[in-house]
């Protein structure tokens, strides 16, 4: 991304700001793991969006006023005694030098800028992220914690959310953001691929992903966009499963879950084969009823139709291929076998902030992963590829990684890559 982009970015959010508001969005800060032990911390990925910025402990407000929008980046006050502990902090040039924001301050004074601008009722109302995933969910909590502060010092000051412009922002992906995501499934790919091939029965799931990580780690990738699902056997049932700490039988199927991460956004790959390099007939018939079901869905994806469309076509094959081996009888019984949807937004996360039921334009990018889990006898197949929304259909951005019965056994056996 560029200085320039970040600009443009910014400029379109503060057109949907109301005249006399300003905004503030934090980049979050690492949360406390045991007693004087963080987290790794992880930029608030809107923060991250408007200035490509990815440190802790700063601001971002943008003001608005008689449709005058000015900029405001806040940073950590480099202090050299506590970067002999922690590291070296970011300069205020280094960060114009990135976001483009010329007027930099440090974290420190922000209350104080604040209490300055709200002088006299100057502003009428101000916009925080607001992102919750239900009534149970976690809020953002430093834009939690700061609007209790704000209404309680300055009570006729209305909140906003801007959260949801930024999810409808985020949702349509430039050529570069579309860029990046390839090469987060290019890695995806070697690091799988290094797993797969060195795959033997008796082995832990653990040391699977020990292959997988090495390469990751070997291209300065460290983290991976999500903790990666490697399910063998009777695990694979369990869509989230990430003990990774059980031991390959011999016949069993291994479901893998992953996904690297290029410049924040995320790769999102799901692939099932066999440990011992050869399909059963049976874990054979299921897999391509699967198969079957995800190109449907590729077949069908195009501009105009929900994700809620593209489920229900996965329900229609699905259905159509358990009918026909004897496994289900009535409609109803599908429920038993698939029970999460086909498909999420992906980008700067791994299911990307967006309105789920809006519909889809070009641009997108989502996920086509139908999964069939027989839990009786021990089966769980998911098939999972990133795809492009196109002007007239879409595009598969995973083409490379093997999935047809045939290739995947060759992949197992190290035949192909």
């Known amino acids: 991304m560029t200085t320039s982009q970040y600009a443009e970015r910014r400029k379109k959010v503060a057109a949907a700001l109301?005249?006399?508001?300003?905004?503030?969005?934090?980049?979050?800060?690492?949360?406390?793991?045991?007693?004087?032990?963080?987290?790794?911390?992880?930029?608030?990925?809107?923060?991250?969006?408007?200035?490509?910025?990815?440190?802790?402990?700063?601001?971002?407000?943008?003001?608005?006023?008689?449709?005058?929008?000015?900029?405001?980046?806040?940073?950590?006050?480099?202090?050299?005694?506590?970067?002999?502990?922690?590291?070296?902090?970011?300069?205020?040039?280094a960060a114009t030098a990135i976001s483009g924001i010329e007027k930099v301050d440090y974290s420190e004074n922000l209350?104080?800028?604040?209490?300055?601008?709200?002088?006299?009722?100057?502003?009428?109302?101000?916009?925080?992220?607001?992102?919750?995933?239900?009534?149970?969910?976690d809020a953002t909590s430093l834009a939690l914690n700061f609007a209790h502060e704000l209404q309680r010092r300055y009570p006729g000051l209305a909140l906003k959310n801007i959260h949801p412009v930024l999810s409808g922002l985020r949702s349509i992906k430039s050529p570069e953001e579309v860029d990046n995501v390839r090469k987060a499934i290019e890695i995806?790919?070697?690091?799988?691929?290094?797993?797969?091939?060195?795959?033997?029965?008796?082995?832990?799931?653990?040391?699977?992903?020990?292959?997988?990580?090495?390469?990751?780690?070997?291209?300065?990738?460290?983290?991976?966009?999500?903790d990666s699902i490697i399910a063998s056997g009777k695990n694979a049932v369990v869509l989230h499963y990430v003990e990774n700490d059980a031991t390959v039988q011999d016949g069993d199927l291994v479901l893998l879950d992953m996904g690297a991460q290029y410049e924040y956004y995320s790769a999102d790959i799901s692939r099932t084969f066999p440990a011992n390099g050869k399909f059963t007939q049976r874990q054979r018939q299921i897999y391509e009823i699967v198969l079957k079901a995800q190109q449907a869905v590729i077949d069908h994806a195009k501009p105009g139709l929900t994700l809620k469309d593209l489920n229900e076509k996965t329900k229609e094959v699905l259905g159509e291929g358990l009918t026909a081996i004897g496994l289900m009888k009535t409609d109803d019984e599908l429920a038993k076998y698939y029970y999460h949807g086909v498909s999420h937004h992906l980008g700067l996360d791994t299911h990307d902030t967006c309105d789920s039921s809006a519909k889809l334009r070009a641009g997108m990018i989502i996920t086509a992963e139908p999964g069939l889990y027989i839990a009786e006898e021990g089966i769980g197949i998911r098939i999972e590829d990133d795809v492009l929304i196109t002007e007239d259909g879409c595009e598969v951005l995973s083409p490379q990684i093997p999935k047809t019965p045939d290739d995947v056994e060759a992949w197992v056996q190290g035949k192909i890559n």
């Not at 004087?36 to 971002?60: E, H």
């Not at 800028?113 to 709200?118: I, P, T």
């Not at 691929?193 to 082995?203: E, F, H, K, W």
Request: aromatic share 14%; glycine share 8%.
């Open 18 to 93: 109301a005249d006399n508001t300003l905004m503030v969005l934090f980049s979050g800060k690492a949360p406390t793991k045991s007693h004087d032990m963080d987290y790794p911390f992880q930029p608030n990925r809107n923060f991250l969006y408007l200035t490509g910025l990815n440190r802790q402990d700063m601001a971002l407000v943008l003001q608005k006023q008689n449709e005058i929008v000015t900029e405001t980046l806040f940073v950590e006050r480099p202090e050299p005694d506590k970067e002999k502990w922690t590291g070296y902090r970011m300069r205020p040039e």
């Open 111 to 137: 209350q104080r800028f604040l209490g300055q601008q709200l002088y006299n009722g100057r502003y009428n109302a101000a916009y925080l992220d607001f992102e919750r995933l239900g009534w149970e969910g």
């Open 188 to 226: 995806t790919h070697e690091a799988m691929g290094n797993l797969v091939r060195n795959t033997r029965p008796g082995m832990k799931e653990y040391e699977l992903q020990a292959y997988y990580d090495f390469v990751l780690c070997s291209k300065g990738h460290r983290e991976a966009g999500f």
